[in-house]
């Protein structure tokens, strides 16, 4: 497969990322710092045995005009491209964001407003050239809103929202498009944080994810104890979602 990622410097798309390139695929990568890009590819073209040739192109989640021309470069690169995947997000504590507008303003039009312009631009380079997967990490705190993550979870109910809506409108089209639901992984992003009951690792969210890149269904939580986690805290009263701290 030809796979482009935004967010393989780190985390659950680095080790994505690496797997593609251990498996053969051939990956692109997209993101914001050329230095840490650099890094990566190199990384990235000596796990596949130096079979494949990585590239990369620069595109910052906060400068939305940055997208066209970056998928622009990975498909001339690629020539078809398989499968776009949108693995970089912010995360930020409910606490700090409750008291920092500014963080607030930023987090919410990274991970909703710019994260669906990226994934227009996307799905409309994939269907020009007749289908293709988008792939985008949404979160498991967008599925029922909780206390610990109003705001963060808000930006990724809407984006799952949003990617539901595109399977519907697109997938005649020859569009799959997927929405990964994470639990806790243990990642940068949830250095800090204490890990809860089935935290994953993102070694194992990265099979999970190449996997549905094979055979893509419009949701996949992972690792998927959390499918039962959720499907658990989505029937819980609301009176008792207002005394828990979950
Ligand atoms: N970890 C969890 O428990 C968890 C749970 C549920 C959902 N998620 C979601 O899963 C995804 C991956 O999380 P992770 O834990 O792997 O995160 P991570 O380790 O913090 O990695 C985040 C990636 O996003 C990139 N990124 C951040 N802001 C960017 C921007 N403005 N432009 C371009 N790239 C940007 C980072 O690039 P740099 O190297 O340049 O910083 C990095 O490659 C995120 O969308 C997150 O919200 C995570």
Excluded at 183 to 198: C, D, H, I, S, W
């Amino acid at each position: 497969m030809n796979v482009v990622i935004l967010g393989a410097t780190k985390g659950m798309g680095r080790a994505l990322a690496r797997l593609c390139a251990e498996s053969g695929d051939r990956v692109f990568l997209l993101g914001r710092d050329a230095e840490d890009l650099r890094r990566s590819c190199a990384d990235l073209i000596v796990r596949s045995g130096q079979h494949q040739p990585v590239e990369f192109a620069l595109c910052d989640l906060e400068q939305s005009a940055s997208f066209e021309p970056a998928i622009a470069q990975a498909k001339q690169a690629l020539g078809h491209i398989d499968a776009i995947v949108v693995t970089a997000g912010q995360f930020a504590t409910q606490d700090d964001l409750e008291s920092d507008s500014a963080l607030l303003e930023r987090l919410l039009r990274v991970n909703f407003v710019n994260t669906v312009l990226l994934c227009e631009a996307a799905r409309k380079l994939l269907l020009a050239q007749g289908g293709g997967t988008l792939c985008v990490f949404g979160s498991v705190a967008g599925d029922r809103a909780r206390k610990p993550v109003i705001l963060y979870g808000a930006s990724k109910a809407g984006l799952a929202a949003y990617l539901n809506g595109l399977d519907h409108k697109y997938y005649a089209s020859g569009l799959r498009v997927i929405c990964v639901r994470p639990g806790f992984v243990k990642t940068g992003m949830t250095a800090g944080l204490r890990p809860p009951p089935f935290a994953g690792e993102p070694e194992q969210v990265a099979r999970d994810v190449r996997a549905a890149l094979r055979s893509p269904r419009p949701v996949i939580y992972t690792p998927l104890v959390w499918e039962l986690v959720m499907s658990a805290i989505s029937v819980l009263p609301r009176a008792v979602m207002r005394r828990i701290n979950f």
